[in-house]
């Protein structure tokens, strides 16, 4: 729309604001810084949560209900304080104040605001899959790391899957937690489309809210496509 809301202007369509979006190289740039956080996440929560879920459900480790009891804590916390947290420990700590602004940071901010969902997630598939197989893979001379990769993984894939994608959605559109994290070189859309609207270029921040739906509808579609071929569909 030329104006965001006026119907009643003569010819109110345009695509001039999605070519002006487009061809900016802010929005090129945060595009990229986009896609490696939310990619970066959904890789890290695949890894991290199912760590975490593996050594609470399976493990021996004397700490393991105090780990269980940690990943409750980032869903108590609302996403500024926990921004606020992070900025604090970055720039407080001299060894870590370089990292301040990059990717990494934001990174880490986002999966520790998602680690709740993700590692419970991961504890209520394997809670389903019982200690059996992972012990017959054991007595027929298998190692742990074999009856994991052999065994527990091809099983928990759909689930890897639905933890990564949960974890790229919730990144891409976050702007809570990373907000005083994010520098104009590392910002993300979701922060773009805020500057927008801070700017009151209402049309350009719906144009980027369109492009984020986009691109978080299809990973989603990606995500299912290969939980059907690995069985997801059968009951």
């Known amino acids: 729309m030329k104006i965001f809301g006026f119907f009643n202007v003569s010819e109110p369509w345009t695509t001039m604001h999605w070519r002006s979006v487009i061809g900016d190289p802010v929005f090129i740039r945060s595009t990229f810084n986009t896609v490696f956080l939310a990619g970066g996440t959904a890789l890290a929560n695949m890894v991290i949560f199912t760590v975490i879920a593996y050594v609470v459900v399976r493990s021996r480790f004397v700490a393991r209900m105090i780990l269980d009891y940690v990943s409750w804590l980032p869903v108590t916390l ?7 947290g992070l900025l604090s420990l970055f720039l ?3 060894v870590l ?3 301040y602004g990059t990717i990494f940071i934001l990174v880490t901010a986002t999966v520790i ?3 709740t969902s993700g590692v419970q997630i991961s504890k209520s598939n ?3 899959l019982g200690n ?14 074999q009856a994991f990769r052999r065994v527990i993984l091809p099983l928990i894939l759909p689930t890897l899957l639905l933890v990564g994608a949960l974890g790229f959605i919730s990144a891409a559109r976050n702007v809570s937690t990373v907000v005083l994290l994010a520098t104009s070189y590392t910002k993300p859309l ?3 489309q805020l500057d927008f609207m801070v700017e009151g270029r209402y049309e350009g921040a719906a144009v ?7 691109i978080t509808i299809g990973v989603a579609f990606v995500a299912r496509v290969l939980g059907l071929r690995m069985g997801l569909h059968q009951s």
């Open 190 to 192: 979701s922060m773009l």
């Open 126 to 128: 394997l809670v389903q």
């Open 208 to 214: 980027v809210g369109v492009i984020i739906v986009a």
């Open 78 to 84: 609302p996403g500024i304080i926990l921004g606020v």
């Open 97 to 99: 104040r370089p990292l």
């Open 113 to 115: 605001s998602t680690m």
């Open 132 to 145: 059996d197989l992972e012990e017959a893979a054991r007595v027929s001379g298998g190692s742990w790391w």
């Open 92 to 94: 407080g700590t001299a």
